[in-house]
Structure formats: C-alpha cells, structure tokens
C-alpha cells in the first residue's frame, strides 16, 4: 500500500553542521513530495516541495533531492541553527483520484541541534 | 503566520461529551483538510472538502463529522467522546483540491477528553 516513512525517528546535529534528513515512500506513482517542519505546539509549517520531474530544488539554506529510482528523498540543511530544531515530516499526496486527495505524512524525525 | 486559523486552541470535555473545532482556511483557498495527531503518531488524514463538497475521506470515525460553509470555513464536529479522541486536530487549506500545491496548516486544536 501506499506509505511515506522516514528512516531515522531522531537525529541530532552540532550547530553550524549540515543536517540530512531522509524520507522513503513506497508509491511509484507519486509525483509530488513536500518537507514540513513542525515545532512544538504549532502547526506544521511548509518547507519546500518538488515535483517528480526534478532531481533537486534548493531553497534558503534547505535543498530537497529526489530519486525516484529507489523511491527515496532527502533534506539538507545547511549551517544548522538552534532554530531548526523541531520535528521534519515528509508527504505526499497518496491517493489522489483527480477528484481529492489525502496528504499522506511519514511519521517525522526530530532533529535536535546541539550547542 | 500560515493565514489558517483555528479555534478553540484548547478544549478539555468530559466522555460521551460532543465538541465542535472551527477552521477558516487562508484566503483564496478554497479546499479545508482536516487532519488528527495523537501523541508520538504522525498525522493521520481524516476528510477533504473543496468549495463546500466532500472530496475525500480517511479513516474518519463514524462519531466525527465535519462540513464546509458557503463562507468557506469548516467545523469538526466529534460526539460521543472516548478517552481515545485525546489529540491534535489540526485544519489545512490549499487552494486546489486535486494534491498540486502545498497545505498549509493552522496551530490546531488541543482536545483533552477525560
């Protein structure tokens, strides 16, 4: 069946280190992948999304690689900060009929930055 | 700031107890996700709605229900509460219904049963 999961439940980095942090997804068919941060007692927040037809996509200080080959993607951030600890998830649209779709969401990593 | 905002952010009830949480999506956005995350689970879809239609449905209870406005805000609506229903709740919108662009979520609802 249709999954997104995540490799690693917690990763813990220096601060000023790059953080990667990776994601499995068992769909052949999906063609779209979003990285949401989530800190505590707030909602998740949008990171960066790619679509199928792209291998990576960089955005402020985060880039997402995608290889559909082995159905794997990943998030690096770059210089990591205090401010990026929180919980990642990744997802992607599941079971998407042209009619609606369900989002669905690994059950996220929680990266820890050490001082 | 996601421009979802949902209400109550906290809501305590006693079992058996029926509760309504209220999401007003981002403007322009005309699809509303609803989505519950118990404590150490991921976030588990519950039920779609675009311009006041239902679009999908996940493993929604059949105690839980929800709709969507003419205004475009949606309510969740829970009855017969168990201890179990103890989660987040958390809204999303997007501004297409068909998984091609982002959600962007609210900073949920706190529903404590006891």
């Known amino acids: 069946g249709e999954s997104v999961g995540l490799h690693l439940p917690t990763l813990s980095v220096q601060e000023g280190d790059n953080s990667i942090i990776n994601c499995a997804y068992s769909n052949s068919a999906s063609d779209y992948f979003i990285w949401y941060k989530q800190e505590s007692g707030k909602g998740p927040q949008f990171i960066i999304d790619?679509?199928?037809?792209?291998d990576k996509r960089q955005g402020q200080r985060v880039t997402v690689l995608l290889n559909k080959t082995v159905k794997h993607l990943s998030l690096q951030i770059a210089a990591t900060q205090p401010g990026d600890s929180a919980v990642y998830f990744c997802?992607?649209?599941?079971?998407?009929?042209?009619?609606?779709?369900?989002?669905?969401f690994g059950p996220g990593t929680r990266l820890s930055v050490l001082p | 700031d996601s421009g979802v905002t949902q209400t109550p952010k906290h809501l305590i009830t006693a079992t058996g107890q029926r509760v309504t949480l209220r999401c007003s999506p981002r403007s322009g956005d005309l699809s509303v996700y609803w989505y519950q995350q118990s404590l150490d689970q991921g976030l588990q879809f519950l039920i779609q709605y675009y311009n006041g239609e239902e679009r999908a449905k996940g493993n929604i209870l059949e105690r839980f229900s929800a709709q969507q406005f003419p205004d475009l805000h949606s309510e969740l609506n829970l009855s017969s509460l168990e201890l179990g229903d103890s989660a987040l709740y958390f809204c999303a919108s997007s501004a297409h219904p068909d998984g091609n662009s982002p959600l962007h979520f609210g900073n949920g609802t706190r529903l404590t049963v006891t």
């Open positions: 790619i679509r199928s037809n792209m």
């Open positions: 997802a992607d649209p599941g079971s998407r009929d042209n009619y609606g779709q369900n989002f669905v």
